[in-house]
Structures are given as structure tokens and as C-alpha cells.
């Protein structure tokens, strides 16, 4: 949808001078009122005050775009004002805002508001476009301004003509959320290959569905395919095309290498074999990448639970008195007993929802079920979290085994078989695999784990917190990172709540260890990089360690290195001082509720400064 379909010139206001961000909303929403978006005033302005209370919507760089998605709103629309002077938005970086597009969306209206954020931030990146909307002197130019814009950026929804389908390059990306990297490698590679003087088209799989879908003309035309993903994407409409077929990060980080293949068609030639959904599955089941794709299908699924339950059932400890029972320490006040059983209710689905979640990604909806009920079984049969996750893979296939089996019946039975075959017999035979062959051996090893843990002396456990911190600053979010953190959720279920106490710490001295370098050490960072450390601050704090991705992606030899040591020591110090964390996210807002809390954050301290130092002695210093 247009910017310039939802804006008005009702609903635009040049040189506005609200004299702070509570005007600056009230000025917005009247403009809103006045493009006629709006059933009732006051009711879209509660619900941007909503989202304001939230997290701030001024995002830096002199931007601020409140939204808000409401039953008051009667159809999609956008207001705009600029502000010359600037007004304290209360913004990430600190700075005044001087533009505004507010946004309104219909309750009913789908993800429209999503939408429209994702084509405003990326006009907005570009700084001349920002300062020509500032100098705009009516608001007919202000338009005019953005429309020239939304046509280069956006230029493939204003051709009309039968070259617009003639693309040399067509890429797809997606990542397992749809919501950052997705549009990132889409952004990146759009823009290189704009760099390149190449024409380019990419549809983005995100987490509101496929945009920008390539038709069959486009395909066809098309000297070769990108695609860039960490999901399934339907790969049958590519047979007999050229095709790169890589992980979402390359698009990322790797776009020109990418573009270059492309346009050299140093790709090999894809050939599909049967239907869209038989070809994804297939294409699915390549690489150790695939058991990455399939493993965080199911975590990113079992996160909510774990992160909701396990800090609610941290917070009954907090909120207990341990005096009146310690046996029942958790549950002795009503309202402790209310969040431990709360929690304990969420966290009860853990297991079941990463097996069903990983089998789903192998299998298809028809092994939700089988996963579910595997993970379940383990659960209970005391094979815990390496039962269920082997649940999850077992149930996967063990429906792909079936749909071939069943591939040879009748045609008659077509409807028959994902409502009665397959979850029959493939609940029967997980049943069967999880009880007696996978439970006896893996609670065996679970016993040795736990046993070997609790025995462990101080050295060996410092080591233990010193390898999984460092792990949580190798890549920063992908397969090293993530392996430790469900390492350390796996652990809370066992009770060794240590590891997860090291392992939140070595995810947020990164950003902290980055923000304290931009601050401390300003010649050794640009100035668009010294803003962005200043947003590092509440990254690291909230656990947010993917705030250090852009510095680690621009100088990884020095950044890395020095984020992982900082990390590595922290994890240390934490095991030294016995911390114990039973959430298993909340980064500084949970240190009530950790064990000798003190120590805690006196460790992160220690780490992130380590870090800094490091960091100021290995980045050369920016030539000006």
C-alpha cells in the first residue's frame, strides 16, 4: 500500500511547534481526524498512548512514527508534520524529533500498520530524503517528494509496461521469524544490485505472508534466482531455472558475491520433481542447514512458554516468604502460589511444542499431532529436553515414512488420511519409540548429566560458564548462539539454574560492551555508529544481543574477539560467584530475582568492561 494512497494533504502540517511529545501526539491525531480516518478521536489517541507506554515510537535519527491499531480507526491512513526546531519525542537515541507519520489501522485490517512501518523505515534510511521533506516549503512538494521517492525505491509497482516483467535477477528471502533479516537481505540486495545497475526483484516471505510475490512471466524472463533462506519457500514454480540457493545471512553479508553469481548465471540449474508441496519438502530435507531451519522452527515456537512461565515462576520466589515453609518455598503466600502455578502451567507445554513445532517443519501440519505427543511422552518418561527434541525429528520423518506408504492407496481415501491415518498410526509408533527405545537411554544419560554437574568442582564449572558466555558472542544470534541458549533452557528444567545464569550474561555484554566503546572511545567509531551504541545500552541490559550485529558485521576480526572475551569472563565470574537464574530471558529487569544478584551484575560490569577495553585497543581510529 502507497504513502501516498494513505496521506492526505488534510493531514499534513509544515513547521509545526509542539513544545513536547504529549502535543505532539495531540497535533497528529487531529490531522488524522482530518483526512476522515478515524470513527472516534479519542479512541485512536488511547490506543496510540498505548503503544507509546509500551516503548517509545521515536526511533532515531530525528524520526518518530506512533501507530496505533484500533476499533476507532475507519480505514488505513497516515498523518505527517515536520517540526524545525525539533521536540523532545523522547526518542531511543536521545536526539529531538523533527518528523512524524502517524499511523492508523483499521482492528480488522489485517497487518496494514506492519506494512506501511516496514516501507516508511525503509524511505526513511535514506538521510537526503529526510532533509528534502524537512526543507519541503508547501505540502504539494512534500508529496511530490515522497511519491518520486516511493517510485524509485518501489519502482516495479509503477511499470506498467511489458518490460517491467523482464527482471535480470529475481531473489526470495525469508528467515524463521519474517520479521528483521527477511527484510534486511531484501533491502541489501535491492540496494546492491541498484549499485550494480542491475534490475532486481525480491519477494519477501515475512511474518505477514509472501510480499512482492514474483509472477510466472518474471521467473520465466529471469536469467537467475536467488534464494536466501532459513524457512520453506515454494521452489517448484524454479524448475529449470538457475538458481542460488544459500541461508538469509548471505544476503545480508554477502549480497554482492551473490548478485555477481547471478548475473554470471554461475548457478546450477533446478529441477523440481512433483507437486509445489512434495518439491518444498524435499528441498527442505538438504544439509545440516535444514536441521538448523527445523530445530528453530520448534524453538522459536517453544520460547513464549519458556520466557512467560519461567519468569513468573522466578518472580513466586521473589514475592514468597520462605519462612513460613521452606519446603514449600514458592507456593506458601496466595499470591506466590498463583504465579508458580501459572507458571508452572506454561512451562508445562515446553516440551510437547518444541517437538510438535520441529516436527511440523519436517512434516508438514500432519506431524504436529505425532510431536506433540512425543514431546509429551518424554516429558513425563524422564527423557526431558534431548527426548523431545529427538521426539521432534523421529515425528518428522516418521510422517514423511508415511505419506509414502500411504502414497499407494486408493484415491478414495485421499481425505481420509491426514484426519485418521496419520495421526493413528503415527501417534501409535511414536508412542512406541519414545517409551521404549528412546526414554530408557536418554533418562539414563539426563541422571549422568544432572550427577555429573552437581558434582563438578569450582574450576570445572567457571570453565563450563566460560565456554557457554563466549558462545553467546560467536555469531550473535545464529546456530553457536543459539545452541547455548537452549542449553541453558534445557538446564533450568533440570534445576541447574547456573547455566542459564552464565548464558544471559555472555548475550548481553555485547551490546553493553559496544555502547561503553562508543562512548568512552569516539575516535575509534563514525558518528552513525556512536548513535547506535547509545541504543546498545537498553539492548544489552534487555538481553538483546543482536544490538551488536551491525558493528560485529562491519569489523568482525576486532569486534568479535573482543565482545567474546568480555562475554567469556563475565560467564566465568558468574560460576565463581554461584549466580543462579531460573528465567530464562529479562536480562537486567529479572536481577531481583537472581541468586546473589549482587555478584551478577557486578560480573556484567566487569565483562562489559573488559570488552570495552579491548575494543578501544583494537579498532583503529576513524579517518575523518
Known amino acids: 500500500m502507497k504513502i501516498t494512497e494513505l496521506l492526505s494533504p488534510d493531514s499534513i502540517l509544515l513547521g509545526a511547534n509542539p513544545q513536547n511529545k504529549t502535543e505532539a501526539i495531540d497535533i497528529l491525531v487531529d490531522l488524522m481526524e482530518k483526512g476522515n480516518k478515524l470513527n472516534d478521536k479519542e479512541g485512536y489517541k488511547q490506543g496510540v498512548l498505548a503503544r507509546e507506554a509500551s516503548g517509545t515510537t521515536g526511533i532515531g535519527e530525528g524520526i518518530a ?14 498523518s505527517s508534520m515536520t517540526v524545525p526546531q525539533g521536540v523532545d519525542y523522547e526518542s531511543l537515541d536521545g536526539e529531538p524529533t523533527y518528523l512524524f507519520f502517524m499511523i492508523a489501522a483499521p482492528a480488522e485490517g489485517g497487518d496494514v500498520h506492519i506494512e506501511v512501518l516496514q516501507r516508511l523505515s525503509m524511505l526513511l534510511m535514506d538521510e537526503s530524503f529526510r532533509k528534502n521533506l524537512l526543507e519541503a516549503k508547501d505540502i504539494d512538494t512534500y508529496l511530490e517528494i515522497i511519491d518520486k521517492a516511493e517510485r524509485e525505491k518501489f519502482a516495479e509497482e509503477y511499470e506498467q509496461s511489458p518490460s517491467s516483467t523482464a527482471y535480470e535477477v529475481l531473489a526470495v528471502t525469508a528467515c524463521p521469524t519474517g520479521i528483521a533479516h527477511t527484510f534486511m537481505a531484501a533491502e541489501n540486495l535491492t540496494t546492491k544490485a541498484h549499485e550494480k545497475g542491475i534490475s532486481i526483484k525480491v519477494e519477501t516471505n515475512g511474518s505477514g505472508g509472501a510480499k512482492n510475490v514474483l509472477t510466472p512471466e518474471e521467473i520465466k524472463n529471469a536469467k537467475c534466482i536467488i534464494v536466501a533462506a532459513d524457512k520453506k519457500v515454494e521452489m517448484a514454480r524454479f524448475d529449470g531455472k538457475k538458481v542460488i540457493i544459500t541461508k538469509v545471512a548471505d544476503g545480508i553479508h554477502k549480497a554482492d558475491e551473490l548478485l555477481e553469481k547471478a548475473v554470471k548465471q554461475e548457478a546450477p540449474i533446478y529441477h523440481a ?19 538448523y531451519t527445523d530445530l ?25 516468604n520462605y519462612q513460613i515453609n521452606p519446603s514449600s518455598f514458592g507456593s506458601n503466600t496466595p499470591f506466590a502460589a498463583f504465579l508458580n502455578q501459572v507458571g508452572n502451567g506454561a512451562f508445562a507445554f515446553m516440551l510437547p511444542v518444541l517437538a510438535g513445532f520441529i516436527a511440523s517443519s519436517i512434516g508438514d501440519r500432519p506431524a504436529l499431532a505425532v510431536g506433540f505427543v512425543g514431546g509429551y511422552l518424554a516429558k513425563e518418561g524422564g527423557s526431558g529436553f534431548l527426548g523431545a527434541l529427538a521426539a521432534g525429528f523421529i515425528a518428522g520423518y516418521l510422517i514423511l515414512g508415511l505419506k509414502k506408504l500411504f502414497s499407494k492407496l486408493p484415491q478414495s481415501l485421499e481425505s481420509i488420511k491426514p484426519v485418521l491415518l496419520y495421526p493413528l498410526f503415527g501417534i501409535f509408533l511414536m508412542g512406541a519409540i519414545i517409551i521404549f527405545l528412546i526414554n530408557p537411554p536418554v533418562g539414563a544419560l539426563n541422571s549422568a548429566l544432572f550427577n555429573g554437574l552437581n558434582s563438578m568442582g569450582a574450576t570445572s564449572r567457571i570453565l563450563l560458564g566460560i565456554i557457554l558466555a563466549g558462545m553467546m558472542s560467536i555469531d550473535m544470534g545464529g546456530p553457536i548462539n543459539k545452541a547455548a541458549y537452549v542449553f541453558g533452557t534445557a538446564s533450568i528444567t533440570e534445576g541447574n539454574y547456573e547455566m542459564m545464569a552464565a548464558v544471559m550474561i555472555g548475550g548481553m555484554v555485547p551490546p553493553l560492551a559496544i555502547a561503553l566503546a562508543t562512548t568512552f572511545f569516539k575516535n575509534k567509531f563514525t558518528e552513525a555508529e556512536r548513535k547506535s551504541g547509545i541504543v546498545n545500552y537498553i539492548m544489552g541490559l534487555s538481553f538483546v544481543t543482536e544490538g551488536a550485529i551491525p558493528f560485529a558485521a562491519s569489523d568482525p576480526l576486532r569486534v568479535i574477539p573482543s565482545c567474546a572475551i568480555g562475554a567469556a569472563v563475565a560467564g566465568g565470574l558468574s560460576m565463581f560467584f554461584d549466580c543462579t537464574l531460573m528465567a530464562p530471558h529479562g536480562g537486567i529487569f529479572v536481577l531481583p530475582v537472581i541468586g546473589n544478584s549482587i555478584m551478577y551484575f557486578l560480573s556484567l560490569v566487569i565483562g562489559s568492561v573488559v570488552g570495552m577495553i579491548l575494543l578501544g585497543i583494537l579498532k583503529k581510529p576513524v579517518q575523518k
Not at 512514527?65 to 497516515?78: D, F, N, R
Not at 520433481?273 to 535444514?290: F, I, P
Not at 528453530?296 to 514468597?320: C, K, Q, R, T, Y
Open 65 to 78: 512514527i506512533p501507530h496505533a491499531k484500533v476499533e476507532a480507526v475507519k480505514s488505513p491512513g497516515l
Open 296 to 320: 528453530m522452527n520448534g524453538v522459536s515456537h517453544m520460547l513464549p512458554f519458556v520466557i512467560g512461565g519461567g519468569i513468573l515462576i522466578a518472580l513466586s520466589f521473589l514475592f514468597d
Open 273 to 291: 520433481q512433483g507437486s509445489a508441496q512434495e518439491e518444498t519438502e524435499q528441498q527442505q530435507r538438504k544439509g545440516l542447514h535444514t536441521i
